[in-house]
């Protein structure tokens, strides 16, 4: 099997398994017991706090750990815009990107069915990205938090969050980015990104399903969505998954100490890859930004042919990747992502994406481009009967 679905999840990694192994055996305690094997799970969790900071760029304190990366953006955009409105009843909005994850879209639509805010869908080009002069447009006295992706999870394009948090700041809003598929191939420091929240996810990184952390700029104010104990400073209640910390701050720590180089020799394969596919399947589409893509992404949409049935044609020729989303599986309506880059709805259909793990071979890569030519001649003969 070839698996090119890793913005869906990978492997977890085996110095992960090993770094959480203590925390569910000897050092099992609950890290707010007060006695030595509380401790020594205290120890532990605040340790993982530490080098999820020291990746981020930020204090400690700033970090909440989460159930992943869906529960991180839900606090962050209702947090924050719950917690801005009861400081100034004026800030009734909240401004999103039209391609977000829908952890953040399905966020903004509860505040306003449950809490009467007003969501404002900032506008994307082409290629899916957001311009300064499109959030610009967008964001004002009223807007009590904004969200923008910082690299998308279908098509890959990455955002220029730095200039965006610069729109964000000059209009005194709080800008939240989801950092879930960036995490591990794009720099993640917070000062330099200029942001005030920021999301990832463990199992886009190697560590197991579960664990996510949020970094929250410690001047901003979150009202917490789960209450209880007052654990996580307040802002997250219940005992914490300290293992699943662990793993988090492992699988970021090493997957920063590897991303340069990664990257480089990813994007490489990535683009070959595209190339391949161009030649073999002529009439593919590569959807996202030309240049301004995550090192191993690689969408496309092959007009006349239904991606789903691409996939299933793949699938029995080894190669798994998928249509889109995995949170959005099983949906029969058109991409979103796609939708808001102007692709009409029939031809978002037939999308297929290509997200290359960093195991992915040359060899392997230019299997699944011989097996996409095979599989989009199949179904364009199945319909051609």
Not at 200 to 227: M, T, Y
Not at 246 to 260: D, P, S
Request: hydrophobic share 45%; with cysteine.
């Amino acid at each position: 099997m070839i698996y090119l679905d890793a913005a869906a999840t990978v492997p977890v990694r085996r110095e992960v398994l090993e770094a959480m192994w203590p925390y569910l055996t000897g050092d099992f305690g609950n890290p707010s017991s007060h006695h030595e094997v509380g401790d020594r799970a205290r120890d532990g969790l605040e340790g993982a706090r530490a080098d999820v900071a020291g990746v981020l760029g930020c204090r400690p304190s700033e970090v909440t750990f989460t159930s992943g990366g869906t529960e991180a953006d839900n606090l962050a955009v209702k947090g924050i815009a719950l917690a801005r409105r009861s400081a100034d009843p004026r800030r009734t909005r909240v401004a999103v990107s039209a391609v977000e994850h829908p952890a953040v879209l399905e966020s903004a639509r509860s505040l306003a069915r449950l809490h009467g805010f007003a969501v404002d869908l900032v506008p994307v080009d082409a290629q899916g990205r957001v311009t300064p002069e499109a959030l610009a447009a967008v964001v004002g006295p009223e807007t009590a938090v904004a969200s923008v992706m910082y690299a998308n999870n279908e098509v890959g394009t990455v955002q220029p969050v730095g200039e965006l948090a610069a729109v964000a700041r000059a209009a005194r809003v709080p800008l939240h980015t989801d950092a879930v598929q960036a995490a591990g191939w794009l720099p993640l420091g917070v000062r330099s990104l200029g942001v005030d929240a920021l999301s990832v996810s463990g199992h886009k990184l190697g560590a197991p399903k579960g664990v996510g952390a949020l970094f929250v700029a410690g001047r901003i104010a979150v009202e917490p969505l789960v209450h209880g104990g007052g654990q996580e400073r307040g802002l997250r209640s219940g005992t914490e998954n300290v293992a699943g910390a662990v793993a988090l701050a492992t699988a970021l720590r090493l997957a920063e100490a590897e991303r340069t180089t990664a990257a480089a020799r990813l994007a490489l394969l990535r683009d070959g890859f595209i190339s391949r596919v161009r030649e073999l399947v002529p009439d593919a589409t590569l959807t996202g930004h030309p240049t301004e893509r995550l090192p191993g992404s690689a969408s496309f949409c092959f007009p006349r042919v239904s991606g789903e049935s691409v996939l299933l044609e793949l699938e029995r020729r080894g190669v798994v990747c998928s249509s889109g989303s995995a949170c959005a599986a099983g949906s029969s309506e058109p991409s979103h992502v796609l939708t808001a880059m102007g692709i009409a709805s029939d031809v978002a259909q037939t999308a297929v994406r290509f997200t290359l793990p960093g195991s992915a071979s040359a060899e392997d890569l230019d299997r699944a481009a011989a097996a996409l030519a095979d599989a989009c001649a199949a179904v364009a003969g199945i319909a051609r009967r």
